[in-house]
């Protein structure tokens, strides 16, 4: 059974930091491309980062490009976004997802909310 389950989010100042976690299991994790969205409430779900298979490429959306970093570790099969200077328009529902064409999952999501 494919399970792709998001943690690390959580409540947090304006200019603090975060580090999700998305843990997978159920597919050969090292063989698929990993991305993060995130969708903020009555808004549109939009990419933030992505990263190959082999964590050598990465993207980033432009609003986060040198505050978030995308990484994985495929023999944890595990990816992570480490988000730093946060701020309140990075509130939203962050949620994995796992691509290989044509299979594609996706995690429950995880609530970052920034607050002061």
């Known amino acids: 059974q494919v399970q792709l389950v998001e943690s690390g989010g959580g409540l947090v100042q304006p200019g603090g930091s975060l580090r999700l976690s998305c843990a997978a299991s159920?597919?050969?994790?090292?063989?698929?491309?990993m991305s993060w969205y995130r969708r903020p409430q009555g808004k549109e779900r939009e990419l933030v980062a992505s990263?190959?298979?082999?964590?050598?490429?990465?993207r980033y959306l432009d609003s986060v490009k040198g505050r978030f970093t995308i990484s994985r570790i495929n023999v944890k099969n595990t990816v992570y976004l480490q988000m730093n200077s946060l701020k309140p328009e990075d509130t939203a529902v962050y949620y994995c997802?796992?691509?290989?064409?044509?299979?594609?999952?996706w995690g429950q999501g995880t609530q970052v909310t920034v607050s002061s």
């Open positions: 997802k796992a691509a290989r064409l044509p299979s594609v999952y």
């Open positions: 990263i190959s298979s082999d964590g050598v490429g990465t």
């Open positions: 159920g597919f050969t994790f090292s063989s698929y491309g």
